[in-house]
């Protein structure tokens, strides 16, 4: 049982290079999230997908897109890099535990783009 | 628009002392969940809150949701080294999404 995993862990990018970030749990959670942390600015949501086939955006979905693929899978693309999108993005899942939300996160991927 | 504000931003201690971590909003939220985040990995989820008054202790650790459900405390006794880390609050809103704080910076000393 592996949780949530990310690919890539490191990416650098030169500005205006596409790219995606791979996401996937195997906690059979129906929803998935992408998030971006910034120093100070702590987690801020990016886009999410309740559940397999619907996905709608966050607090900072400018510049990104998602695909749900399927119940597992929830990929991020970056379709033109530019110099703010350098972040640490983490990838979580969620299930309703105790009567409320409980979020599990990847590992993240560190990207620079330059 | 930031709903979750955590004080203090920043917090060196030498291990042994207490300490206490707020966060505070002037939304309700549904419940209030605590995750501790190590360097390069992604944050962990301590605790789940959901009512008004609750408290939850975890070993040195206790939870405090507020009567009102807008505020939150999370506070350490007896301090050690393995509990430095960014503590995140995360309010609940609807349609199954998380607001979170900008989180407070631990470092026990030893």
């Known amino acids: 049982n592996a949780g949530v995993t990310q690919t890539p862990k490191f990416q650098v990018l030169k500005t205006g290079q596409s790219m995606t970030l791979q996401c996937a749990q195997d906690?059979?959670?129906?929803?998935m999230y992408w998030y971006r942390q910034d120093p100070g600015m702590g987690l801020r949501l990016i886009y999410y997908s309740a559940s397999e086939g619907t996905t709608d955006k966050g607090e900072v979905p400018n510049g990104y897109n998602v695909s749900r693929l399927n119940k597992r899978e929830f990929s991020l693309r970056l379709e033109s890099a530019a110099p703010s999108q350098t972040s640490v993005y983490f990838c979580?899942?969620?299930?309703?535990?105790?009567?409320?939300?409980?979020?599990?996160f990847g590992p993240g991927t560190r990207l620079t783009v330059t | 628009t930031q709903l979750l504000e955590q004080s203090p931003q920043f917090l060196s201690i030498q291990e042994g002392e207490n300490l206490t971590v707020y966060c505070n909003s002037s939304?309700?939220?549904?419940?209030l969940q605590w995750y501790r985040q190590e360097p390069g990995e992604g944050p962990v989820l301590l605790v789940t809150v959901v009512t008004g008054g609750e408290v939850k202790k975890l070993k040195r650790l206790t939870f405090q949701f507020g009567d009102a459900r807008k505020d939150s405390s999370l506070h350490i006794t007896a301090a050690q080294t393995g509990d430095t880390g960014l503590y995140l609050c995360a309010g609940e809103t609807s349609g199954s999404r998380l607001t979170f704080g900008e989180g407070t910076q631990l470092t026990v000393n030893p």
């Open positions: 906690m059979n959670h129906n929803s």
């Open positions: 939304s309700v939220f549904s419940s």
């Open positions: 979580a899942s969620s299930e309703v535990g105790q009567g409320a939300i409980e979020q599990y």
